[in-house]
């Protein structure tokens, strides 16, 4: 069973701009899970979608958005990049409450 | 403010011995508890998951929970240089429904040869 796959490995943007991150969970898992990692904050939680439906949301303002799609497939979008967005971004699909990770994003924000 | 504490190692351990990770969470109605381990530039792995109190083996790994003390912790046996990794505790939180876990920051493990 191929495992979660995101796209792309590497961004770099810079202050201002826009980004969108793409995810395909495990297949079978409905629901898929977004994690900022950085150095000081280790993991964090951003959000969960299940059945196209948001279904919990972390501290995270406004500007980190997402997404499902019906074939589960998740999108994030982060407008008006920030210097402090620069991390690693995980996508995680979920069976019986374990997370399954992808290989992650690693977004550099200039 | 839910949170998950660990100590940050590093953790160094000679080759062969038992490597013993702990972890604290603050949120009394966390129900499960996962282990993740993750090797530098890569992502988390799960490698144990624990829900009743008592221990829980899986090869050279033990977790162990109590859930009056609100501990959860991790044995690694006969440890080996391979295992040098970062390892996160992970607590699911009392949200509604679904999987939104915490994690801890994790603790670096070194295990020298």
């Known amino acids: 069973k191929a495992g979660v796959t995101q796209t792309p490995r590497y961004l770099i943007k810079t202050r201002g701009q826009q980004v969108t991150l793409s995810c395909s969970p495990i297949?079978?898992?409905?629901?898929v899970s977004w994690y900022q990692q950085t150095p000081g904050q280790g993991l964090q939680f951003l959000f969960e979608?299940?059945?196209?439906?948001?279904?919990n949301k972390g501290n995270f303002p406004g500007r980190f958005s997402g997404r499902q799609f019906s074939n589960s497939r998740s999108e994030m979008n982060v407008s008006t990049l920030e210097l402090g967005d620069s991390a690693l971004y995980l996508c995680?699909?979920?069976?019986?409450?374990?997370?399954?990770f992808g290989s992650g994003t690693q977004l550099s924000v200039l | 403010q839910k949170e998950v504490e660990q100590n940050s190692g590093p953790l160094s351990v000679p080759e062969g011995a038992i490597a013993s990770l702990n972890c604290t969470y603050s949120?009394?109605?966390?129900?499960?508890f996962f282990w993740y381990r993750q090797y530098s530039g890569k992502s988390p792995e799960l490698i144990m998951s624990?829900?009743?109190?008592g221990d829980k083996e899986d090869g050279r790994f033990t977790a162990q929970l109590n859930k009056a003390s609100q501990y959860v912790s991790l044995l690694i046996r006969d440890s080996q240089p391979s295992d040098s990794a970062t390892y996160l505790c992970?607590?699911?939180?009392?949200?509604?429904?679904?999987?939104?876990?915490?994690f801890g920051k994790g603790t670096t493990l070194s295990v020298s040869s």
């Open positions: 949120d009394r109605g966390s129900q499960s």
């Open positions: 995680a699909s979920s069976s019986m409450g374990k997370l399954f």
């Open positions: 297949s079978g898992h409905r629901s």
């Open positions: 992970a607590v699911n939180t009392a949200f509604k429904a679904g999987t939104a876990l915490i």
């Open positions: 979608y299940f059945s196209e439906t948001q279904r």
């Open positions: 624990i829900y009743s109190n």
